[in-house]
């Protein structure tokens, strides 16, 4: 059974930082392309970044240089790390797995986590 859990949400002042985690179980994550996604109440899920087997990250443009997307392959695990956060980007953050970097990027998963809730106040 494959799992994906997120971790690392919380609430931070604007200008803060946070990094969070998506633990991979059941599978080797080295054989998917893993993403980060967010939605916000009321509106539609949208890509933040995603990163294929072999690396190549590519961002949202309201995130380019804030957030990072890096995956551990040896620990199965997928990362984002957020810097001058802003209240618009307060959400719950998903990460998925995708076999397909294509639709990956469509916002379609063979697999989703349950989200962790981030918070950005002004």
């Known amino acids: 059974q494959v799992q994906l859990v997120e971790s690392g949400g919380g609430s931070v002042q604007s200008g803060g930082s946070l990094r969070l985690s998506c633990a991979v179980y059941?599978?080797?994550?080295?054989?998917?392309?893993m993403g980060w996604f967010r939605q916000a109440p009321g509106k539609e899920r949208e890509r933040v970044a995603v990163?294929?087997?072999?690396?190549?990250?590519t961002y949202a443009d309201s995130v380019k240089g804030r957030f990072t997307i890096s995956r551990d392959n040896a620990k199965n695990t997928l990362y984002l790390q957020m810097n001058s956060l802003k209240p618009e980007d307060t959400a719950m953050y998903y990460c998925?797995?995708?076999?397909?970097?294509?639709?990956?990027?469509?916002?379609?998963?063979?697999?989703w986590g349950q989200g962790t809730q981030v918070t950005v106040s002004s």
């Open positions: 998925a797995a995708e076999s397909s970097l294509g639709r990956l990027w469509l916002g379609f998963a063979d697999y």
């Open positions: 990163i294929g087997s072999a690396s190549n990250p």
């Open positions: 059941g599978v080797s994550s080295s054989l998917y392309c």
